[in-house]
């Protein structure tokens, strides 16, 4: 089971691409209707075309199934995904189990917030009107368990919640609660509590305001108002004490007292699981969520109240209407089938756009493709994974996606320039010349419009230094003539078969035009593709050895395309899941610096900036008023803003981040939730930036970057000390450190190491209680042991250890500024090829998760390694660490027969831990190399 955006990166490899076509032999995708998503959209898209394709490439039969909602055009969704007329299966919603009334209030005001806090009465007079329970006397007698709650007093699943990886608290509640309800069995129904209740808001500062002014409406309007949200019996109420105690965020738990709960992806994974438990058993009974609880999660309920069907769109900073398909999904949540007979749901939305509901709520548009704004990013990952090598393999692995199916059926929606030859061919009389004269022509502008569309993409990832061209080899030209493999005609001709089997299977009039329709511009992209057009130097167009990157090369019987070849920034940008734009930012900002420009040297306030400046964070929401509250607050952060640009959600990320490091409170609550998610984002751009550092061979660059990764997940800063990470030292006063220093404890390795560091606490002053409490996150931590060997090998096939030299005793080596350390110096025949071999064990038993007290999710343990010789400041170009590496010694000087590291040629070793990825050494946790 996997996320969608998972699920795609471990697509992305060749070798797993192909075991799992050759595995895996049908795939589930829940919520296909999602493709019509800008943000998930194009992932899935991407995901069901590359798994069709290598499966075509393969002959190795897969069945697809796809669930999803009522759509318009459930035809074209089967035929992309293969799936013929005897599989599809499309109801309409009127024959949903339940019936559901709906009702839609219109709003007059104009701007987004008046009439949001307009709809929160409304919002309350539906609760009290749509889910009151009147029962008759036939209800009274009817089973307790269907009346109260949303599933009765059934065990909690963690399937139906997205919090199956929650805490431990998470947990114990769930098992105290079940096991509470299962001794007692069915619990009685409340006479006035609501039936359970779902409000549907846009956004996650919506759902705390929303929760609070119905609390007060609920407290200022009724009788019963500690008994209408709430049904706690008696002997409950302490256990529901402590369950809601238990919850971090403060404004859940003031509402859930009052027996109204939040739900949004800014919450903790034990938050969210409380709200979800206390309404499936019927505790509270109205549930304010974002729109994603009705993708993610099945709570289902009498009365679905949708509060707004707009939501803020942070890219093109304005308001955007909800899709339709997101507002049936929601509607679906109405009506709890086998407990209710009857469901509603009440719709609220600006006055102009009541009618355009009421009409079309029920016949909703055709759901179409996002991928076309994203094209690069998904070539991108398909070169580098080797799906595609040249041009015409890109446009043949387009014409497996949805894309190329909305295309052909509506050409317009992608490019208004096809508008004319759609209404052309579509008004010519059938038979006629001119009709099958516009069929051409419109099957030609199409087929020109993907061609375009690929070069375009192509240009993007050369811009990007994504992409590389060369020609093919004589090898590669060999197998173009003889066919190889798997020509571009073999798989165009399989292609085709496979579309014929599948209109074959419709055995509908219009699917199989549909089919013919996708078959013919297919043929018109081979042609295009196979004639010999002059060379298409358009302005800015990119040139490979003299010639257009595309122009098609006449060599013998065949035309030859360039060789489409990712480079390290092209495959960074794919691994971590970032734009080939923002990798080719971090490049041109974290390269080497000349000479010329010591003052372009980044420091680390300049890595924290070029973080919050990658383009991923165009989405950080700017909402009104918060550039005032981004004005006021930069003035208690350290590193300075630009004034002119506190409306920018570059700026807000800038802030939080320092709101992380330097644990700055926040202006308002929905900064915390906007903190939750420019962290998530920050773990895999910071990975990115590591890569880049590596690949560049920037020391000093990689170095900060790994800093900054340990200062945002443990909250921190660099000019704090780290014994501030431990508990009862974070506010400590820093009279308590200067007696630690005293005492030989500079920083937290130096008492993770300390033989007694309970001893050296109580002399600093702690009590006992506290030191205890501290020894006992001490135990968390890893003690790692560095061990080196230094080896060559004399003759070919010799073991190591007939070739260990043997290590001299420690010499004084004099510092450049004096000073006198220790250090080993290896005696060695100059010029020899030396190993270095750094071997790492663990002297205790550590967790797998790192100790991240600060952190809003759980990390993996691991390390980085790098080893830099001191005067270069480099690091060697390896992204993983290494269990060897070569280096050469100096060639023999005049005069002398051995040679002996001198200060100039020492090699400096850092490790650096890491949360960031899984640990290269967690197989055994004892020694591993």
């Known amino acids: 089971i996997y996320a969608s955006e998972l699920c795609v990166v471990v697509s992305r490899s060749a070798s797993l691409s192909l075991s799992l076509s050759l595995h895996i032999y049908i795939y589930i995708y829940v919520c296909v209707c999602l493709v019509f998503s800008v943000s998930l959209g194009p992932v899935l898209e991407a995901i069901v075309s590359r798994m069709r394709y290598v499966s075509s490439q393969t002959d190795q039969p897969v069945r697809f199934v796809g669930l999803s909602t009522a759509l318009a055009n459930a035809s074209d969704v089967a035929a992309w995904l293969g799936i013929g007329k005897i599989g599809l299966f499309n109801f309409k919603p009127a024959v949903r189990p339940v019936p559901c009334s709906v009702h839609i209030q219109g709003f007059p005001q104009k701007h987004y917030c008046p009439r949001m ?8 007079e539906a609760l009290l009107t749509h889910a009151s329970p009147d029962l008759s006397a036939e209800d009274m007698q009817t089973p307790p368990e269907i009346l109260n709650g949303v599933y009765s007093t059934c065990t909690f699943s963690s399937s139906s919640s997205s919090s199956s990886s929650s805490s431990s608290s998470s947990s114990s509640f769930s098992s105290s609660f079940s096991s509470a309800s299962s001794s007692a069995g069915p619990r009685r129904f409340s006479p006035i509590a609501l ?3 779902l409000v549907f808001v846009s956004s996650r500062r919506q759902t705390r305001r929303t929760a609070q002014e119905l609390v007060s409406l609920l407290h200022t309007r009724h009788e019963h108002a500690t008994d209408l949200f709430l049904d706690v019996r008696p002997e409950e109420a302490d256990e529901f004490s402590q369950t809601v105690e238990s919850v971090q965020d403060a404004s859940l738990r003031t509402t859930l007292h009052h027996g109204v709960a939040i739900h949004h992806a800014g919450l903790s994974p034990h938050d969210r699981a409380v709200s979800a438990r206390l309404f499936e058993k019927g505790f509270v009974r109205v549930l304010v969520a974002t729109a994603t609880l009705a993708w993610g999660m099945n709570l289902p309920a009498r009365l679905v109240v949708v509060k707004g069907t707009e939501y803020y769109d942070a890219e093109t900073n304005r308001y955007k209407d909800f899709p339709i398909t997101d507002l049936l999904q929601m509607i679906g949540r109405a009506g709890r089938p086998q407990f209710d007979s009857q469901a509603v749901a009440v719709i609220f939305c600006h006055e102009p756009k009541k009618n355009f509901y009421k009409r079309f709520l029920y016949q909703p548009f055709p759901v179409e493709s996002c991928l076309l704004n994203v094209l690069a990013e998904h070539l991108n990952a398909e070169i580098v994974g080797g799906t595609i090598q040249t041009k015409q393999q890109a446009i043949e692995y387009l014409t497996w996606t949805y894309f190329f199916r909305r295309l052909t059926s509506n050409p317009s929606y992608y490019d208004p320039s096809l508008m004319i030859q759609d209404f052309t061919s579509s008004f010519a009389s059938r038979g006629d010349r001119l009709q099958a004269s516009a069929v051409r ?13 690929v070069c375009e993409a192509l240009d993007e990832l050369l811009e990007a230094s994504a992409l590389r061209l060369r020609f093919p080899t004589a090898e590669e030209k060999s197998q173009a003539v003889t066919g190889g493999d798997a020509t571009q005609a073999d798989a165009v001709t399989r292609r085709l078969r496979h579309s014929a089997d599948a209109d074959e299977q419709d055995g509908e009039q219009d699917e199989e035009e549909r089919g013919q329709e996708a078959r013919a511009i297919r043929a018109e992209l081979s042609a295009l593709s196979e004639e010999k057009k002059p060379a298409r130097r358009g302005r800015g167009r990119k040139t490979c050895e003299g010639r257009d990157i595309f122009e098609e090369e006449d060599d013998g019987p065949t035309s030859l395309e360039p060789v489409l070849e990712s480079t390290p920034l092209g495959r960074i940008a794919c691994v971590n899941y970032i734009s080939p734009k923002s990798a080719k930012m971090l490049s041109d900002a974290l390269r080497p610096a000349q000479a010329e420009e010591e003052n372009r040297r980044l420091s680390f306030v300049d890595i924290v900036k070029l973080l919050a400046d990658v383009p991923e964070y165009k989405q950080m929401p700017v909402r009104h008023n918060e550039d005032n509250l981004n004005a006021d607050f930069s003035a208690i952060c350290p590193y300075p803003i630009d004034a002119s640009t506190v409306n920018s959600p570059h700026t807000k990320t800038f802030l939080l981040f320092q709101a992380q490091m330097f644990q700055l409170p926040v202006p308002i609550a929905d900064y915390n939730t906007d903190l939750k998610s420019a962290l998530d984002n920050a773990m895999r751009i ?12 920037q020391l000093r660059y990689a170095l900060d970057v790994i800093l900054l990764f ?13 014994l501030r990470a431990l508990k009862h030292l974070r506010s400590a006063e820093p009279s308590r450190l200067r007696r630690l220093s005293c005492l030989g404890i500079h920083s937290l390795p130096f008492l993770v190491e300390h033989k007694c560091p309970a001893a050296v606490l109580l002399k600093a002053g702690f009590t006992d209680k506290h030191a205890h409490e501290i020894c006992e996150e001490l135990k968390k931590f890893p003690r790692l042991r560095v061990s080196t060997r230094l080896f060559v090998k004399e003759a070919e096939g010799a073991s190591d250890d007939e070739a260990v030299f043997e290590h001299s005793p420690p010499q004084p080596l004099r510092q450049g500024d004096g000073r006198e350390g220790e250090t080993l110096v290896h005696t060695v025949r100059p010029g020899a090829d030396l190993h270095l071999e750094v071997s790492l064990k663990y002297s205790n038993l550590p967790p797998q998760v790192a100790f991240t007290p600060n952190f809003h999710k759980q990390k993996t343990a691991g390390w980085y390694s790098s080893l830099s010789p001191i005067p270069q400041n480099r690091v060697p170009r390896s992204r993983a660490v290494k269990r060897s590496m070569c280096v050469c ?6 005069g002398s027969s051995l040679s002996k590291a001198a200060p100039t040629s020492h090699l400096c070793g850092f490790l650096s831990p890491s949360c960031s990825r899984q640990s290269p050494f967690s197989k055994s946790p004892s020694e591993k190399k």
């Open 117 to 124: 806090n307009a709809m929160n009465k409304p919002v309350f």
């Open 195 to 197: 039936r359970p209740s």
């Open 441 to 453: 022509q419109r099957r030609a502008a199409i087929a020109a419009f993907v061609d375009k569309a």
């Open 686 to 697: 910071l990975q990115a930036m590591l890569d880049i550092c590596t690949e560049e061979a």
């Open 710 to 722: 340990q200062c945002l997940i443990q909250a921190t800063h660099p000019a704090r000390s780290s």
């Open 889 to 894: 010694c100096p060639r023999e000087s005049p």
